[in-house]
């Protein structure tokens, strides 16, 4: 019993992790038609972010503060010098930010090197309970994950600024025309997940080995879980990331680490032949 439920709560972990990059996907190809291609790269970025900071002497909780701070504003960046220019044009955009991955990749490498960091976890402790032990920093890393999902839905869906961005996404010309700036709400919306995708890669990196490659990881199943879940519906990632990061951590247990892609890859195309829409995806016509 214990060894399923720490199988259950590493499965609960990962799906968490990925809603919360498919999350910043998702709004920003919902807001302005972009595949951004270079996403996984700003979850790099964060992980960097805070190897960084806390080899400036910043502590752990710190660091993973700034680390959205620094990729939002990188973000910003991005946004003005490359992605306004290539708003609701898919097929640029997949170029622009491919070439845009490649950069980042290679920027980190001239700065950090090729070699791989590892960040130390703020606590070592374990919840022990009878047979049951698992890190405390995991639970805690679920949890924050958890809050800012919610967040997240909260801003889209309970705000004025969530009003605003739904009216840009359903009809921008009409939206425009009521006095909306949505050159202004698409980059508050583009910032805001890049830097959702930082807090991610922030709070991942005592996890896993920070490396120039480690976004290409997060990139693939979070796409993934939007075409599963659905590219219209933000709840569609909850589906979608439940289902592919499920089931890519649960399979990892009993077949091989390729084995396990293939499989995932597999059920992805059942699902996507199935219903092209996604799950949650209205059909067309409905």
């Avoid at 220019?85 to 898919?90: A, E």
């Avoid at 991942?204 to 519906?233: E, R």
């Amino acid at each position: 019993m214990a060894d399923l439920a720490v199988i259950v709560l590493n499965a609960l972990g990962y799906i968490l992790v990925l809603i919360l990059v498919a999350l910043g996907l998702v709004v920003v190809f919902g807001m302005m038609g972009v595949i951004n291609m270079a996403h996984g790269e700003l979850f790099m970025l964060g992980a960097y972010a805070v190897v960084a900071a806390r080899g400036l002497g910043v502590p752990f909780w710190g660091a993973v503060v700034l680390a959205p701070l620094v990729v939002g504003a990188i973000g910003l960046l991005i946004e003005e010098l490359l992605i306004r220019h290539i708003y609701r044009r898919p097929l640029d955009t997949i170029l622009a930010t491919w070439g845009l991955s490649i950069a980042l990749k290679q920027a980190i490498v001239l700065v950090f090197g090729p070699a791989s960091y590892s960040v130390t976890a703020p606590m070592q402790a374990a919840l022990v309970v009878g047979d049951f032990s698992y890190p405390v920093y995991r639970l805690i890393l679920m949890a924050i994950t958890l809050a800012v999902i919610a967040a997240t839905f909260w801003a889209f869906m309970r705000t004025d600024f969530g009003l605003v961005a739904r009216a840009v996404i359903a009809r921008p010309d009409t939206a425009a025309g009521l006095g909306i700036d949505p050159r202004r709400v698409n980059r508050a919306s583009f910032v805001i997940g890049t830097a959702v995708a930082g807090f991610a890669g922030a709070l991942v990196a005592p996890l896993i080995s920070v490396d120039p490659q480690m976004g290409l990881g997060y990139l693939i199943p979070a796409f993934l879980s939007i075409l599963v879940g659905g590219a219209g519906p933000l709840a569609g990632v909850l589906v979608g990331g439940g289902v592919i990061g499920g089931a890519d951590n649960l399979l990892t247990i009993w077949l091989s680490p390729v084995a396990a892609q293939i499989a995932v890859f597999t059920l992805a195309i059942l699902v996507i032949r199935m219903r092209p829409e996604g799950i949650l995806g209205a059909r067309d016509g409905a």
